[in-house]
Protein backbone atom coordinates (compact mmCIF):
# COMPACT_ATOMS: atom_id res chain seq x y z
CA UNK A 1 0.00 0.00 0.00
CA UNK A 2 2.59 2.75 -0.98
CA UNK A 3 1.85 5.94 -1.00
CA UNK A 4 -1.98 5.64 0.49
CA UNK A 5 -2.85 7.50 3.56
CA UNK A 6 -4.46 5.32 6.45
CA UNK A 7 -5.89 7.15 9.46
CA UNK A 8 -8.04 5.75 12.66
CA UNK A 9 -11.22 5.25 11.61
CA UNK A 10 -10.56 4.35 7.83
CA UNK A 11 -12.00 1.13 6.87
CA UNK A 12 -9.39 -2.02 5.10
CA UNK A 13 -10.74 -4.17 3.20
CA UNK A 14 -8.98 -6.95 1.01
CA UNK A 15 -9.37 -9.89 -0.91
CA UNK A 16 -7.40 -11.80 -3.55
CA UNK A 17 -7.31 -8.90 -5.68
CA UNK A 18 -6.67 -6.52 -3.96
CA UNK A 19 -6.34 -3.79 -1.05
CA UNK A 20 -8.70 -0.64 -0.45
CA UNK A 21 -8.99 2.04 1.80
CA UNK A 22 -12.33 3.49 2.76
CA UNK A 23 -12.35 7.11 4.65
CA UNK A 24 -14.27 7.00 7.33
CA UNK A 25 -16.44 9.79 6.14
CA UNK A 26 -17.51 7.45 3.02
CA UNK A 27 -18.43 4.12 5.16
CA UNK A 28 -22.03 4.20 4.95
CA UNK A 29 -21.99 5.53 1.29
CA UNK A 30 -19.80 2.45 0.10
CA UNK A 31 -21.49 0.47 2.20
CA UNK A 32 -25.01 1.17 0.99
CA UNK A 33 -23.43 1.19 -3.04
CA UNK A 34 -22.09 -3.02 -2.15
CA UNK A 35 -25.61 -3.48 -0.68
CA UNK A 36 -26.81 -2.34 -3.71
CA UNK A 37 -24.86 -3.71 -5.62
CA UNK A 38 -25.37 -7.69 -4.21
CA UNK A 39 -28.99 -7.23 -4.59
CA UNK A 40 -28.42 -6.28 -8.13
CA UNK A 41 -25.93 -8.53 -8.80
CA UNK A 42 -28.53 -11.40 -7.02
CA UNK A 43 -31.37 -9.98 -9.03
CA UNK A 44 -29.42 -10.68 -12.73
CA UNK A 45 -28.50 -14.46 -11.34
CA UNK A 46 -31.89 -15.10 -11.02
CA UNK A 47 -33.08 -13.38 -14.36
CA UNK A 48 -30.35 -15.15 -16.11
CA UNK A 49 -31.44 -18.76 -14.95
CA UNK A 50 -34.80 -17.92 -15.21
CA UNK A 51 -34.77 -16.47 -19.09
CA UNK A 52 -31.81 -19.31 -19.80
CA UNK A 53 -29.83 -16.21 -21.84
CA UNK A 54 -26.08 -15.33 -21.91
CA UNK A 55 -24.72 -13.45 -19.16
CA UNK A 56 -24.00 -10.93 -21.79
CA UNK A 57 -27.37 -9.98 -21.66
CA UNK A 58 -27.12 -8.13 -18.32
CA UNK A 59 -23.49 -7.94 -18.29
CA UNK A 60 -21.92 -5.33 -18.18
CA UNK A 61 -24.10 -3.73 -15.68
CA UNK A 62 -25.63 -0.37 -16.88
CA UNK A 63 -27.70 2.48 -15.54
CA UNK A 64 -30.68 1.08 -17.20
CA UNK A 65 -30.13 -2.31 -15.65
CA UNK A 66 -29.80 -1.20 -12.67
CA UNK A 67 -33.13 1.25 -12.95
CA UNK A 68 -34.65 -1.88 -13.94
CA UNK A 69 -33.76 -4.01 -10.62
CA UNK A 70 -35.57 -0.86 -8.65
CA UNK A 71 -38.43 -0.74 -10.59
CA UNK A 72 -38.76 -4.75 -9.70
CA UNK A 73 -38.57 -3.46 -6.39
CA UNK A 74 -40.78 -1.40 -6.44
CA UNK A 75 -43.44 -3.38 -8.42
CA UNK A 76 -43.25 -6.66 -5.89
CA UNK A 77 -44.44 -3.74 -2.87
Known amino acids: MRGVAVVPGDLIVGDD???VVVPE????EVIDWVE????????I???IEK????PGKYYPITTQ?????????????
Do not use: R
Open 25 to 28: KLIE
Open 45 to 47: KAK
Open 36 to 43: EHEAVEEW
Open 51 to 54: EDVS
Open 17 to 19: DGI
Open 65 to 77: TIEDFHQSQDSQK
